[in-house]
């Protein structure tokens, strides 16, 4: 073969090692790759810009409403969930702040995967100058069709009143990205 030929493919899959590709191009066995192997995953940042009067105790959704960015769009603005497609691991980070400064009995941001609790965040508690921010990090599995995520905020009880959160792309935030298929 000549060193400036091309092979291309039209339809159909390709199968290396494989008699029956599952996949447009199925390897069985090791690659390797000298260049940059580039892949189109999944990734999505999505923040409050506009503070929301959070209930007392809790939990609260927590309404986000600027999208930074969702490469597949599995953002959902109007229900606030994220639902993606591609079934697999995915790291999923969040943050919830308080435009309170006496918070007392502090907040916690809390990951929910299908309306039920997955993870919760530090208690975050906050002083005279400084104002709380709960973070959580996690890694989870989501099947690619119906499981979602939400982000929630548990607060003080009812004698503290109801404080706003802290808007900002920093401050009240949910973000992730899929990491892999699974074993």
Request: proline content about 5%.
């Given at each position: 073969?000549?060193?400036?030929?091309?092979?291309?493919?039209?339809?159909?899959?390709?199968?290396?090692?494989?008699?029956?590709?599952?996949?447009?191009?199925?390897?069985?066995?090791?690659?390797?790759?000298?260049?940059s192997l580039i892949s189109k995953?999944?990734?999505?940042?999505?923040?409050?810009?506009?503070?929301?009067?959070?209930?007392?105790?809790?939990?609260?959704?927590?309404?986000?409403?600027?999208?930074?960015?969702?490469?597949?769009?599995?953002?959902?603005?109007?229900?606030?969930?994220?639902?993606?497609?591609?079934?697999?691991?995915?790291?999923?980070?969040?943050?919830?702040?308080?435009?309170?400064?006496?918070?007392?009995?502090?907040?916690?941001?809390?990951?929910?995967?299908?309306?039920?609790?997955?993870?919760?965040?530090?208690?975050?508690?906050?002083?005279?100058?400084?104002?709380?921010?709960s973070t959580a990090?996690?890694?989870?599995?989501?099947?690619?069709?119906?499981?979602?995520?939400?982000?929630?905020?548990?607060?003080?009880?009812?004698?503290?009143?109801?404080?706003?959160?802290?808007?900002?792309?920093?401050?009240?935030?949910?973000?992730?990205?899929?990491?892999?298929?699974?074993?």
């Amino acid at each position: 073969m000549a060193s400036s030929s091309n092979i291309y493919f039209n339809a159909g899959s390709v199968g290396i090692g494989s008699s029956a590709p599952a996949h447009t191009l199925d390897v069985s066995g090791s690659v390797s790759v000298s260049g940059s192997l580039i892949s189109k995953i999944p990734v999505f940042y999505v923040y409050q810009a506009v503070a929301q009067t959070l209930s007392s105790g809790g939990p609260s959704k927590v309404s986000l409403d600027t999208t930074s960015f969702d490469n597949y769009g599995y953002w959902h603005a109007d229900s606030r969930k994220y639902i993606p497609l591609i079934p697999g691991y995915y790291q999923v980070s969040c943050g919830v702040g308080s435009g309170t400064n006496s918070t007392s009995g502090g907040i916690i941001a809390a990951i929910y995967k299908n309306g039920l609790w997955y993870t919760q965040g530090n208690l975050a508690t906050g002083n005279s100058v400084n104002t709380p921010c709960s973070t959580a990090s996690t890694i989870m599995y989501l099947n690619g069709s119906s499981d979602y995520l939400e982000l929630y905020y548990y607060g003080p009880g009812s004698s503290f009143g109801s404080p706003a959160s802290y808007p900002g792309a920093s401050q009240t935030f949910l973000t992730g990205h899929f990491i892999s298929t699974g074993p």
